[in-house]
């Protein structure tokens, strides 16, 4: 028998992994422990070609650490909550519940065949009314902390899906999922306070400058966007509140020739005369059905009204007029500005367009902006500007004017964040419960936390479809919605808003830790035994929202006493995608590859050998270019040596071939090295040369039966288990060594087998010996090349003249022909 039977080893190895429960991490070990985790799925489907390959170096990582001799806790569960199960339902008229569940079957078999290193006796579903009681108990004690909170605001609004978007969810103005224009619309709803941390989330990025992509941290330090400056107030004629304004460039105030309110802010709509009003209410209309990226972009066009009133600038008394423009944002710093268009461009071409006047305060050499239209940024010296005239560069004008401003009392230093807080309030029915009860009286009332979970009652149909409210909203849940008042005993109301997603994917890794646990979320010493996470794995498109959402979460749970650590990702690997022909698969492309297909044809095996092969596991893997067929034939090469080995251990190792055992323990050293530094492409490449060196060597030297030849094939056995389990099982057990492999000890480098005697490679120059080098016997074509032609007698020897050809015989010849 030659070949290795795909299916009929996926199904064998299957039920060994199940009755002998490998993968099980326990508890209660002596051993050292690493806990390997991989983003969970949402249960869309069946397993496609993404996850094919995120969980392919996952599970790379997972059993080379349980090879090394760790307790591996490698744990796998279901972010099963979310829109596309109320959707089906709403379509089949059944329950969510019904579709999620039938898809984690299917999905779970597919993980099941795919061969992953999985612990199945931890896998939850967030949609689990034994998991979201203690979603919504930690929602309970964000809350008590103030920590979550309602206000109103616009919002934005999918008219096709009806409900409110996070910004996130917004992309170039159109809905994430449907592709529809965003609105703008004013609800009520509920936020966690992430904001409160933004620079606790800045400042831990330090721990993870070792482990986390830089892309990432670099993705994560703009959206959290934190940024130097000051408050000014403006005090404004006939009010009692002044206008306060948010500005890096606190020096320019004298430069300050009108200020801006944000249209969508409530001050605008306070300030704004009797006489003005009509002309404002008809441009915030307007205003609201453009996006923000819109707003900020500097292209667009430059739009306002004024609202009638002056404010007076405090540094000079100077009475300037009060506008509103969508250019301008009500969330970002205090929603108002004070314009300094000399100085920054977009105020520049509101002034020109508006007629209002240009002020330079800092001379730079450079033209009049009023006259050029272009705003100066530079340094320079200060003019227009009272007691700061004649002073030079930006930091001496800023603090000077800030300490002026402190004394006044008008105004102080003040660091501003981009980071919103998160909105996390759906108008859905798939999703976690808000435990919040509405007492007319009482107001918004906690629901004891003896009366968790609050579980969703039982719609499905029409009663899901969208109407600009959350199902629960709707008559069909009035039953479940009327309660009495905890506090009072009064009728009152249950919030019908449902949480985002993102909460349950906050904290579902602590909960793998104590699975099932019925007192909290987790306990605190299993956390403390498994956590932080050694190694996440997962898309790059969450390098924001989750990873950001999750660390926040650990940050309070750590105020909270419930955890120890601050971060709980020690690495991360951000995998790339799978595309095909070159751009992403699609359904209206017809590029897309089906997993299962793929799986049919060659078996796992092949294909995960594919997919870690491809590349680097950060880069995109184009289908187009990779042969599975090959990465089959490549296996069945490698399984014919076990069956060539097999047969009664022979004499010990140490008298094995001296070359092929080198070859193997070099191979040892590169692959550990490698797959610790996450190459597992190149860790890869060194296997098949190792099995290349073993054929050879029973093909043309030691033979089959000698001792080198086994351990060799050993070793590409274990090498191979990391991304092609069940031939590796296959070729372990034809050695005769007791199953698992996944348990089988990773092999050390034998320090004596790794000293590379060095060879002499002799360096020709049109056939006369010019050097004679001392090289490693592995050495490559390029070093070869690099290393002959910068010695300095070949120098010499090819006096100035090109070359036309190197031929090389490694490691011991190289031959150089110069031109003519
Ligand atoms: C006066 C000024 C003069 C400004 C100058 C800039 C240059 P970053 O760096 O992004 O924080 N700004 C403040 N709040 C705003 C809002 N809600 N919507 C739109 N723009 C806003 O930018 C801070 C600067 O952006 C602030 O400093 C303010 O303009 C503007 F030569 O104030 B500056
Ligand atoms: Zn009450």
Same mark, same amino acid.
């Given at each position: 028998?030659?070949?290795?039977?795909?299916?009929?080893?996926q199904?064998?190895?299957? !039920?060994?992994?199940?009755d002998?429960? %490998?993968?099980?991490?326990?508890?209660?070990?002596?051993?050292?422990?690493?806990?390997?985790?991989?983003?969970?799925? &949402?249960?869309?489907?069946?397993?496609?070609?993404?996850?094919?390959?995120?969980?392919?170096?996952?599970?790379?990582?997972?059993?080379?650490?349980?090879?090394?001799?760790?307790?591996?806790?490698?744990?796998?569960?279901?972010d099963?909550?979310g829109?596309?199960?109320?959707?089906?339902?709403?379509?089949?008229?059944?329950h969510?519940?019904?579709?999620?569940?039938?898809?984690?079957? /299917?999905?779970?078999?597919?993980?099941?065949?795919?061969?992953?290193?999985?612990?199945?006796? =931890?896998?939850? *579903?967030?949609?689990?009314?034994?998991?979201?009681?203690?979603?919504?108990?930690?929602?309970? =004690?964000?809350?008590?902390?103030?920590?979550? &909170?309602?206000?109103?605001?616009?919002?934005?609004?999918?008219?096709k899906?009806?409900?409110?978007?996070?910004?996130?969810?917004?992309?170039?103005? #159109?809905?994430?999922?449907?592709? %529809?224009?965003v609105?703008?619309?004013?609800?009520?709803?509920w936020?966690?306070?992430?904001?409160? &941390?933004?620079? =606790?989330?800045?400042?831990?990025?330090?721990q993870?400058e070792?482990?986390?992509?830089d892309?990432?941290?670099?993705?994560?330090?703009?959206?959290?966007?934190?940024?130097?400056?000051?408050?000014?107030?403006?005090?404004?004629?006939?009010?009692?509140?002044?206008? /306060?304004?948010?500005?890096?460039?606190?020096?320019?105030?004298?430069?300050?020739?009108?200020?801006?309110?944000?249209?969508?802010?409530?001050?605008?709509?306070?300030?704004?005369?009797d006489?003005q =009003?009509?002309a404002?209410?008809?441009?915030?209309?307007?205003?609201?059905?453009?996006?923000?990226?819109e707003?900020? @972009?500097?292209?667009?066009?430059?739009?306002?009204?004024?609202?009638?009133?002056?404010?007076?600038?405090?540094?000079?008394?100077?009475?300037?007029?009060?506008?509103?423009?969508?250019?301008? #944002?009500?969330?970002?710093?205090?929603?108002?500005?004070?314009?300094?268009?000399? *100085?920054?461009?977009?105020?520049?071409?509101?002034?020109r367009?508006?007629g209002?006047?240009?002020?330079?305060?800092?001379?730079?050499?450079?033209?009049?902006?009023?006259? @050029?239209?272009?705003?100066?940024?530079?340094?320079?010296?200060y003019?227009? $500007?009272?007691?700061?005239?004649?002073?030079?560069?930006?930091?001496?004008?800023?603090?000077r /004017?800030?300490? %002026?401003?402190?004394?006044?009392?008008?105004?102080?230093?003040?660091?501003?964040?981009?980071?919103?807080?998160w909105?996390? @309030? !759906?108008?859905r029915?798939?999703?976690?419960?808000?435990?919040?009860?509405?007492?007319?009286?009482?107001?918004?009332?906690?629901?004891?936390?003896?009366?968790?979970?609050?579980?969703?009652?039982?719609?499905?149909?029409?009663?899901?479809?969208?109407?600009?409210?959350?199902?629960?909203?709707?008559?069909?849940?009035?039953?479940?919605?009327?309660?009495?008042c905890?506090?009072?005993?009064?009728?009152?109301? !249950?919030?019908?808003?449902?949480?985002?997603?993102f909460?349950?994917?906050?904290?579902?890794?602590?909960?793998?830790?104590?699975?099932?646990?019925?007192?909290?979320?987790?306990?605190?010493? +299993?956390? !403390?035994?498994?956590?932080?996470v050694?190694? &996440?794995?997962?898309?790059?498109?969450h390098?924001?929202? *989750?990873?950001?959402?999750?660390?926040?979460?650990?940050?309070?749970? *750590?105020?909270?006493?419930?955890? +120890?650590?601050?971060?709980?990702?020690?690495? #991360?690997?951000?995998q790339?995608?799978?595309?095909?022909?070159?751009?992403?698969?699609?359904?209206?492309?017809?590029?897309?590859?089906?997993?299962?297909?793929?799986?049919?044809?060659y078996?796992?095996?092949?294909?995960r050998? /594919?997919?870690?092969?491809?590349?680097?596991?950060?880069?995109?893997?184009d289908?187009?270019?990779?042969?599975?067929?090959?990465?089959?034939?490549?296996?069945?090469?490698?399984?014919?040596?076990?069956?060539?080995?097999?047969?009664?251990?022979?004499?010990?190792?140490?008298?094995?071939?001296?070359?092929?055992?080198?070859?193997?323990h070099?191979?040892?050293?590169d692959?550990?090295?490698?797959?610790?530094?996450?190459?597992?492409?190149v860790?890869?490449?060194?296997?098949?040369?190792?099995?290349?060196?073993?054929?050879?060597?029973?093909?043309?030297?030691?033979?089959?039966?000698?001792?080198?030849?086994?351990?060799?094939?050993?070793?590409?056995?274990q090498?191979?288990?990391?991304?092609?389990?069940?031939?590796?099982?296959?070729?372990?057990?034809?050695?005769?060594?007791?199953?698992?492999?996944?348990?089988?000890?990773?092999?050390?480098?034998?320090?004596?087998?790794?000293?590379?005697?060095?060879?002499?490679?002799?360096?020709?120059?049109?056939?006369k010996?010019?050097?004679?080098?001392?090289?490693?016997?592995?050495?490559?074509e %390029?070093?070869?090349?690099?290393?002959?032609l910068?010695?300095?007698?070949?120098?010499?020897?090819?006096?100035g003249?090109?070359?036309?050809?190197?031929?090389?015989?490694?490691?011991?010849?190289? $031959?150089?022909?110069?031109?003519?």
């Open positions: 028998q030659t070949g290795y039977d795909a299916v009929a080893a199904e064998k190895w299957q !039920r060994f992994w199940a002998d429960q %490998t993968f099980v991490a326990h508890d209660d070990t002596d051993k050292p422990r690493r806990y390997v985790l991989d983003m969970f799925p &949402y249960p869309s489907g069946d397993l496609h070609m993404g996850h094919a390959e995120a969980y392919a170096m996952g599970d790379v990582i997972a059993r080379m650490w349980r090879m090394q001799g760790y307790e591996v806790l490698h744990p796998i569960g279901w099963s909550f829109l596309p199960a109320e959707n089906a339902a709403i379509k089949s008229n059944e969510p519940a019904t579709w999620t569940y039938a898809n984690i079957d /299917t999905q779970k078999n597919s993980f099941k065949r795919y061969g992953l290193s999985l612990d199945w006796t =931890r896998e939850l *579903h967030t949609s689990d009314p034994e998991y979201y009681h203690w979603t919504q108990w930690l929602f309970l =004690r964000f809350h008590e902390r103030g920590l979550a &909170y309602r206000k109103d605001s616009y919002v934005n609004w999918c008219p899906d009806q409900t409110v978007l996070a910004n996130e969810q917004v992309i170039n103005g #159109l809905c994430e999922r449907c592709h %529809t224009p609105t703008k619309r004013k609800l009520n709803q936020y966690f306070k992430i904001t409160e &941390y933004a620079q =606790r989330l800045l400042d831990d990025m330090a993870l070792t482990g986390w992509p892309r990432v941290l670099a993705m994560q330090r703009n959206w959290i966007g934190r940024s130097e400056g000051a408050v000014v107030e403006f005090t404004v004629d006939g009010r009692e509140d002044p206008i /306060t304004v948010f500005t890096t460039r606190p020096d320019t105030l004298y430069g300050a020739t009108f200020m801006v309110v944000a249209p969508d802010s409530e001050l605008a709509g306070e300030l704004v005369t006489e =009003r009509p404002f209410e008809t441009y915030l209309e307007q205003v609201k059905k453009s996006t923000e990226i707003r900020q @972009s500097t292209q667009h066009e430059k739009t306002g009204v004024f609202l009638g009133v002056h404010a007076v600038n405090p540094v000079n008394g100077e009475r300037v007029p009060v506008w509103a423009a969508d250019y301008v #944002l009500s969330e970002y710093g205090t929603g108002a500005i004070m314009a300094v268009p000399a *100085h920054d461009q977009r105020d520049l071409d509101f002034a367009k508006f209002l006047p240009v002020r330079v305060v800092i001379a730079t050499g450079e033209p009049d902006p009023g006259e @050029s239209g272009i705003a100066t940024a530079g340094d320079g010296t003019v227009n $500007s009272g007691p700061l005239d004649g002073l030079e560069g930006k930091a001496a004008g800023i603090a /004017t800030i300490g %002026t401003l402190r004394e006044r009392g008008t105004g102080d230093a003040r660091v501003t964040y981009r980071l919103r807080d909105l996390l @309030s !759906r108008q029915f798939w999703g976690c419960p808000i435990p919040i009860i509405h007492c007319p009286a009482c107001g918004e009332v906690p629901v004891p936390d003896d009366q968790l979970p609050i579980e969703l009652p039982d719609l499905r149909g029409d009663a899901l479809a969208p109407k600009g409210t959350s199902p629960l909203a709707g008559p069909a849940a009035a039953q479940w919605r009327d309660v009495t905890p506090q009072c005993g009064g009728p009152a109301q !249950r919030d019908t808003d449902t949480m985002d997603t909460v349950d994917s906050s904290w579902y890794f602590y909960r793998y830790c104590s699975p099932g646990y019925a007192d909290g979320p987790f306990r605190a010493a +299993d956390v !403390r035994r498994w956590m932080p050694q190694q &996440y794995v997962g898309g790059v498109e390098a924001i929202l *989750h990873l950001l959402y999750m660390r926040f979460f650990a940050k309070v749970l *750590h105020d909270l006493g419930m955890i +120890d650590f601050d971060e709980p990702m020690e690495r #991360l690997l951000n790339g995608q799978v595309i095909n022909q070159g751009k992403a698969m699609s359904k209206s492309l017809g590029n897309g590859v089906d997993l299962g297909q793929q799986i049919d044809a078996g796992v095996d092949a294909v050998l /594919t997919v870690v092969f491809a590349g680097p596991p950060e880069d995109d893997i289908w187009a270019d990779v042969s599975p067929a090959s990465s089959l034939k490549f296996l069945q090469r490698a399984y014919r040596l076990a069956v060539e080995v097999a047969g009664p251990r022979g004499a010990d190792v140490a008298f094995g071939d001296r070359t092929l055992r080198q070859a193997t070099r191979a040892i050293r692959v550990t090295d490698l797959v610790g530094l996450g190459r597992f492409n860790a890869i490449a060194r296997v098949m040369e190792l099995v290349n060196a073993t054929r050879k060597a029973i093909d043309t030297g030691c033979g089959p039966q000698d001792a080198a030849v086994r351990e060799s094939v050993s070793f590409v056995a090498a191979l288990s990391l991304v092609a389990p069940y031939v590796a099982e296959e070729m372990w057990e034809v050695l005769g060594e007791a199953p698992s492999i996944a348990n089988s000890q990773w092999p050390t480098p034998d320090p004596e087998l790794l000293v590379t005697e060095a060879i002499t490679m002799v360096v020709q120059v049109q056939g010996v010019r050097a004679k080098l001392t090289v490693p016997p592995e050495i490559t %390029t070093d070869a090349t690099d290393l002959a910068s010695d300095a007698n070949v120098q010499r020897a090819l006096a003249r090109e070359v036309a050809k190197v031929i090389t015989r490694l490691p011991k010849m190289v $031959s150089i022909v110069p031109k003519d």
